[in-house]
């Protein structure tokens, strides 16, 4: 286990590796009942789909802990998965089984480019002030996340637009994470190890008596079987018959959002956590996104949307977790969940809430290191930060950063100091935004 996750060059053990992985899966173990909510509603099966999410998740984490070598999780991706539902099914008119086979053309695409010398000359290519935006704005972007789980921000959308709001913050789940955010906030001033798992737990406990934590009345096992439902129903025929602009539209789609959702989570979470090296890069950053290229493969197959890398992963790397070894223990409990699924519930939304708050106060520390007396630099900056929470989506972030960084630095006359990947990129993304619109 030393030997081949090399834990003491990255100054860890097995204990820190172990309780990393723990805090990271219950940060992020909401989508095992998120998810097939939402593919449900477009004529999926719930419980097949629960199974793939669950499996397909094990399989891009594990494969993240041993092609990669760092700690980050996997799991069908919130936010693609209502694309799927709302947009692909509901507004673009494809079936689940079309829909299916669209994600997976664009998993293949993925995978391409990750196999291509791409893979890390699009790391490479992202300019360093925008590195420490990303950090910063996937930080707000987390906290935000723990905030409407927990109900201490709410959204509503009344007839004249929608619009976010403070929660009922005195009483149910919003109080619960009010009360753990302190306790959480008290261990780590106090400088406890393991103080965000310690949080997580201890709030979990104070959720009993308020009716918030419910213990399962018993633990069946989930019906496996039922992924016949949704496993390999792909239709390569039907796909084309909705047209090819609808189709090129979806595939870049879901390519450009999974492929820089996971690029942002994985430098700017390690970024945060001082796992760059001296260029700005993460060792086995491009491995690691082979590993999400195949893991949406293989949902797609098994019967999920988009699989990415989450950025609750930042919760259990806070924790001191450095290697795969944490990401081995995550795509663990994934794979127990398959058979065990309500496990994954006893530990509420308000439990996990205040892990997420807290570490993106730690990833707003990024922000000192941007020059806000450099316009040109600050404006990119403050986009890509900004629309990450405010478009709740952190590849709009990173497509804001590099269109508004490319724009002033060829109005300024320093076309030449934007790497040609960055002109590219946002090329794709403005086509992209384009494309969208006509939907």
């Not at 992985?21 to 004529?43: C, R």
């Not at 791409?118 to 906290?143: H, M, T, Y």
């Not at 709001?165 to 005195?170: F, H, K, L, V």
């Not at 809430?353 to 707003?364: F, R, W």
Request: aromatic letters at 10%; a negative charge.
């Amino acid at each position: 286990m030393e030997k081949f996750f090399k834990l003491k060059e990255h100054g860890t053990n097995v204990r820190t590796e172990v309780i990393a992985g723990v805090t990271t899966f219950f940060a992020m173990a909401y989508i095992i009942f998120v998810n097939p909510t939402y593919l449900s509603q477009a004529g999926m099966d719930f419980t097949a789909v629960m199974v793939a999410t669950c499996l397909s998740a094990a399989i891009g984490t594990l494969l993240t802990a041993f092609i990669a070598n760092v700690p980050f999780a996997q799991a069908p991706g919130m936010g693609l998965n209502a694309f799927f539902t709302y947009t692909l099914c509901f507004s673009m008119g494809y079936t689940w089984q079309q829909g299916l086979t669209v994600v997976l053309i664009s998993g293949i695409l993925f995978l391409v480019v990750t196999v291509s010398p791409l893979r890390s000359k699009i790391i490479e290519s992202i300019p360093v002030c925008l590195k420490d935006a990303i950090s910063v704005g996937i930080g707000l972007f987390i906290a935000f996340i723990g905030l409407l789980n927990s109900g201490i921000v709410q959204c509503f959308g009344p007839e004249g637009g929608s619009y976010t709001d403070m929660g009922a913050i005195t009483s149910g789940p919003a109080l619960l994470a009010l009360i753990g955010l302190l306790i959480t906030g008290v261990l780590i001033a106090h400088k406890v190890k393991a103080a965000i798992f310690i949080g997580i737990i201890i709030t979990t406990i104070i959720g009993i008596p308020m009716g918030i934590t419910t213990m399962p009345e018993s633990v069946t096992m989930s019906n496996i079987g039922n992924i016949s439902l949704t496993a390999f129903q792909l239709d390569f025929g039907g796909v084309m018959s909705v047209g090819v602009l609808p189709l090129i539209t979806a595939v870049v789609s879901f390519f450009i959002v999974d492929c820089f959702d996971t690029v942002g989570t994985l430098l700017g979470t390690a970024g945060n956590a001082g796992m760059l090296d001296k260029d700005g890069n993460l060792p086995g950053g491009d491995r690691a996104l082979i590993a999400d290229a195949v893991a949406t493969c293989v949902g797609a197959c098994l019967g999920t949307s988009t699989v990415t890398t989450f950025v609750e992963s930042s919760t259990g790397i806070q924790e001191g977790g450095r290697t795969g070894l944490a990401s081995v223990v995550t795509g663990l409990l994934f794979l127990v969940c398959v058979l065990l699924a309500p496990i994954a519930g006893i530990v509420p939304s308000a439990a996990t809430a205040p892990a997420l708050i807290i570490v993106g106060v730690y990833m707003m520390m990024g922000a000192s290191k941007i020059n806000w007396g450099d316009f040109e630099t600050a404006l990119p900056c403050f986009l890509t930060i900004s629309m990450m929470p405010f478009a709740y989506s952190i590849s709009d972030g990173i497509g804001f950063g590099f269109i508004s960084y490319a724009v002033i630095k060829v109005c300024r006359g320093k076309a030449k100091e934007v790497p040609v990947l960055v002109y590219l990129l946002s090329v794709i993304f403005i086509a992209m935004y384009i494309l969208e619109a006509q939907i």
